[in-house]
């Protein structure tokens, strides 16, 4: 048999999944050019389009069966390549500064598709042997980039939730005191658990001390100061009423980087304070942290170092195509004390690492390839550049919008600045209750408009009551040209919605 005759018998034996390498060349050709057209196109095509959700499903013909035959695989790719070109939501887009979502690198693309044709499991080291190695590079690699200290435990996981919620639980299994894992937070032994943030902090909170049984109820709210940063002086009075009421002071939160308005708690602050009183000082960086690597931005983020856990979201100003969060721990046993369901006895000599230990997940993508590839593609050097480029068009921005007379700015922080919309006439008045609350609903409608434009993407934050727009920046595509036309934009829109709205 010829190598041809070989491949033919593979073919009819896998089916239709199963492809000539020429195809597969062909294929895979095709769609690169076609990716490289939109991408080309992107800054001249629409944000976003109007659709309703049922003109969605008509484009999609969602009410049609499975299909019982298979069809040719090229035209299919193409046909879903314009699908999606024509009713998405473009992150990468260089006026979409909505949420901290990032344009995503072109590296990074191609680095999943490499991932998943070699696809390793990265569960266990003898199933994915280089990418383990790898993984544990890049890890490092990102708290080098922060200033973490080294060596250091962590692994990469879908986004910066999972990675707080992770950082949770190597807290509980460390601060507990008793057989948490084994006997649960309702054990004879148990004593409440108790968790510190601010209302500031992301809404994985919730969602971490529910899955851990701890509930939200053990969260502390503790309240901020004018900056929206975290009382050191009311953490500290919270923890020792909890402690004279017999519970576990378990973990604090500080933020480095809040998501309404990028917001750094005083970390050195809460360090001191966590290790006076042997609590887990936990950090949510998902945002943020990976600014520390720019010099002269929030002072407060030279302290991440002091953290027992950091949460890190390369799928925001690492630029990485979704999804790809991390953690890291002080401690690399933390994790496997979390995680891990054999016991450590089991390892002698070096341990064998296993990502399955160290997380929740059991086979795990080649998430950290992206992470890898595109650090040393961009160096760090590169990184601290396209960051600070953000964080200067943040604050252009913030300047522009405070010199146009119908914008009013609000706040700037790293790479998030707010503001809104305010007509000459009401100005003078604007703290009035009736106006404030005109104001309010102005710039709630003002939100939509810009939204469904499709020329500029914004959202939103309220703040001591105000409803505010707010712009993320973690966009390597905008350019100072974008931002420039984005006052006058956002006041002829807020002029047409006040217009309408009398
Ligand atoms: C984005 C963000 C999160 C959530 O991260 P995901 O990647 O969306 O899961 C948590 N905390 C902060 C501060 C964030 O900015």
Not at 219 to 225: H, K, N
Not at 297 to 318: E, F, G, I, N, Y
Not at 347 to 358: I, K, M, T
Not at 466 to 493: H, K, S, W
């Amino acid at each position: 048999m010829t190598t041809h005759d070989i491949l033919a018998v593979r073919a009819s034996r896998h089916g239709p999944i199963a492809i000539a390498p020429d195809e597969f060349r062909r294929a895979g050709h095709a769609l690169v050019d076609t990716i490289a057209e939109f991408l080309q196109s992107l800054p001249d095509r629409p944000l976003t389009t109007e659709s309703s959700p049922a003109a969605l499903r008509s484009h999609l013909d969602a009410e049609r069966p499975l299909p019982d035959d298979g069809v040719a695989m090229e035209p299919l790719l193409a046909s879903t390549a314009q699908l999606l070109f024509e009713h998405s939501l473009f992150n990468g887009h260089p006026r979409f500064f909505g949420y901290i979502t990032s344009s995503p690198a072109p590296i990074g693309m191609l680095a999943d598709f490499l991932a998943a044709a070699v696809n390793p499991n990265v569960g266990a080291r003898q199933l994915s042997p280089m990418a383990t190695e790898i993984e544990t590079q890049a890890v490092r690699w990102v708290a080098e980039l922060i200033g973490y200290p080294t060596p250091t435990g962590g692994l990469f996981v879908s986004g910066g939730n999972m990675a707080n919620i992770v950082g949770l639980f190597a807290a509980r299994a460390a601060m507990a005191g008793w057989d948490v894992r084994a006997e649960g937070v309702a054990a004879a032994s148990a004593r409440t658990l108790k968790v510190y943030a601010t209302h500031e902090t992301h809404t994985w909170l919730q969602k971490a001390t529910d899955l851990s049984g701890l509930g939200t109820a053990s969260i502390r709210w503790i309240p901020t100061d004018d900056s929206q940063r975290l009382d050191p002086r009311a953490l500290r009075r919270a923890i020792d009423q909890d402690r004279a009421e017999g519970a576990v002071p378990m973990m604090v939160v500080g933020t480095a980087g809040t998501v309404s308005t990028g917001a750094v708690d005083p970390l050195g602050e809460i360090a001191d304070i966590c290790r006076d009183a042997g609590i887990w000082f936990h950090v949510d960086g998902a945002y943020g942290a990976l600014a520390s690597a720019v010099p002269g931005t929030a002072r407060d983020l030279q302290h991440l170092s002091q953290a027992d856990s950091v949460a890190v979201d390369p799928h925001k100003w690492l630029y990485m195509p979704m999804e790809a969060g991390c953690v890291l721990v002080r401690d690399a046993e933390a994790l496997r004390n979390s995680f891990a369901y054999h016991p450590p006895y089991y390892h002698f000599g070096e341990p064998a690492l296993n990502y399955v230990d160290y997380g929740p997940q059991n086979s795990r993508g080649f998430r950290a390839l992206k992470v890898w590839l595109a650090l040393q593609q961009a160096g760090r050097r590169g990184y601290v550049e396209m960051m600070a480029g953000d964080i200067r068009l943040s604050q252009r921005f913030h300047h522009l919008v405070g010199q146009h007379p119908e914008l009013e700015a609000l706040t700037q922080q790293l790479s998030i600045n707010t503001f809104r919309y305010v007509p000459p006439e009401l100005h003078d008045r604007r703290a009035d209750a009736d106006t404030a609350e005109y104001l309010n609903g102005l710039n709630q409608k003002l939100l939509d408009r810009i939204q469904l434009s499709g020329e500029a993407f914004v959202s939103n934050a309220v703040l001591d009551g105000q409803y505010l727009l707010r712009a993320c920046i973690v966009n390597f595509n905008t350019t100072e040209a974008d931002i420039d036309a984005m006052p006058e934009f956002v006041a002829r829109l807020g002029r047409e919605v006040h217009a309408a709205s009398r």
